[in-house]
Nanobody
Framework: QVQAVESGGGLVPAGGSLRLSCAASATSGDILEFDDMDWYRQVPGKQRELVAVITRGGITHYADSVRGRFTISRNNAKNTMRLEMNSLKPEDTAVYYC????????????????WGQGTQVTVSS
């Protein structure tokens, strides 16, 4: 199993910036291999929306709504991921989740997706 823990949410005025972090770790003693790492967000009553993706090799993809304002990055040595959010808008208000695709090399398990618990981002107008 993999534990993914987000941090860095909060309240910020429109035009401000926030940095979200996600740290992935094994809950057992397994040696893990990681693939894509993603950020999603969700507002009440709406489907969870993909915000940004970063592949193991560092290729990034962004939702049109955040392209040019958000930057996703990862540190493969530390199994961490970041989302730098600039020029925030009230419509960016949501709970942000990280999703980690990983598998256990120790048990030769298949690839699985693991979600963090979410962190609230609120942008005031």
């Amino acid at each position: 199993q993999v534990q993914a823990v987000e941090s860095g949410g909060g309240l910020v005025p429109a035009g401000g910036s926030l940095r979200l972090s996600c740290a992935a770790s094994a809950t057992s003693g397994d040696i893990l291999e990681f693939d894509d790492m993603d950020w999603y967000r969700q507002v009440p009553g709406k489907q969870r929306e993909l915000v940004a993706v970063i592949t193991r090799g560092g290729i990034t993809h962004y939702a049109d709504s955040v392209r040019g304002r958000f930057t996703i990055s990862r540190n493969n040595a530390k199994n961490t991921m970041r989302l730098e959010m600039n020029s925030l808008k009230p419509e960016d208000t949501a709970v942000y989740y990280c999703k980690i695709r990983a598998r256990s090399i120790t048990t030769s398990d298949r690839w699985r997706d693991f979600w963090g618990q979410g962190t609230q981002v609120t942008v005031s107008s």
